[in-house]
């Protein structure tokens, strides 16, 4: 390997560890020994066949999933899990929604509530959770509006938006409650292929804001320009992980070339 092909190894500190993690449903295994390291500030995207894992990956680290085996920990705490004595606890549900609060995730699915306008569910946690004024609230939500560039839809309700736009608004929420992880599940896949080019330029712009960032994405040319890193899974593990552009132009194992063959 010549050295201008090693990746640019991140200095920066570690955001988030995932340790050997182990995950079934019934007897089904999902990740079989996941290991991944995501530093501060990196974008890291996950890419792999239907079934491989990466959902139940992300939901393990936002604690939407508990894992069997191995650990997860997001800035230096233990996603679940809390010291006391030198002993390790179980955290309780107030604590885990607390640590969860600092996670922001979107979903494939536009899950916005359908009864509220888009400022409403922007603004809904951070008054309910955070305790922030309404006014407050407000202003803030109108900044992030004003990023994702729906200003002018504060007032419009879910059913009257593009898929692409309430995915944006759904960006929006997670940020407002001022995440510092943030985590997309196919944020692209149920959308329109003309939306889609919206919400990836407000992820590539959001990734340049400095936010590190989980992407689980079929859209190679996203993970490729804006990802650092890129992981591909299969059968529940991680087969080939590295600079994101190394591995989409120059993927090492045959199944990682095989998959790549097949969705570019
Ligand atoms: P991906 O996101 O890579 O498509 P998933 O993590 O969604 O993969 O799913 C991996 C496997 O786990 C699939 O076989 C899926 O059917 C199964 N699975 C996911 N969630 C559950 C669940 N809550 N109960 C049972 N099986 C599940
Ligand atoms: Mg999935």
Do not use: W
């Amino acid at each position: 390997m010549t050295a201008d092909l090693i990746p640019d190894a991140p200095s920066n500190a570690v955001a988030v560890e995932i340790d050997k993690v182990y995950k079934s449903f019934g007897r089904l295994p999902v990740l079989r020994g996941v290991s991944m390291t995501v530093r501060e500030g990196e974008v890291a995207c996950l890419i792999g066949p239907s079934g491989s894992g990466k959902s139940t990956l992300l939901r393990c680290v936002n604690h939407l999933e508990k894992v069997d085996a191995g650990r997860i920990s997001v800035h230096d705490r233990l996603v679940g899990y809390h010291h006391k004595n030198d002993r390790l606890y179980e955290m309780h549900d107030r604590d885990v929604a607390k640590q969860r609060r600092t996670i922001g995730m979107v979903f494939q699915r536009f899950n916005l509530f359908p009864h509220m306008t888009a400022l409403e569910n922007i603004i809904e946690a951070p008054v309910q959770v955070l305790g922030k004024s309404k006014a407050v609230a407000v202003a803030e939500a109108r900044e992030h509006l004003e990023k994702v560039g729906l200003s002018d839809k504060a007032g419009s309700y879910p059913t009257q938006l593009s898929g692409g736009q309430q995915q944006r608004v759904a960006i929006a929420r997670a940020l407002a409650m001022q995440p510092a992880l943030m985590l997309f599940d196919e944020p692209t896949s149920a959308l329109d292929p003309e939306l889609v080019g919206d919400v990836l330029a407000v992820m590539r712009q959001l990734a340049e804001s400095g936010m590190t960032m989980i992407v689980v994405t079929h859209e190679m040319g996203f993970a490729r320009d804006v990802g650092d890193t890129v992981a591909f899974m299969d059968g529940g593990i991680i087969v080939e992980h590295g600079d994101a552009r190394q591995v989409i132009a120059e993927p090492q194992h045959a199944r990682t070339q095989a998959f790549l063959a097949k969705v570019r």
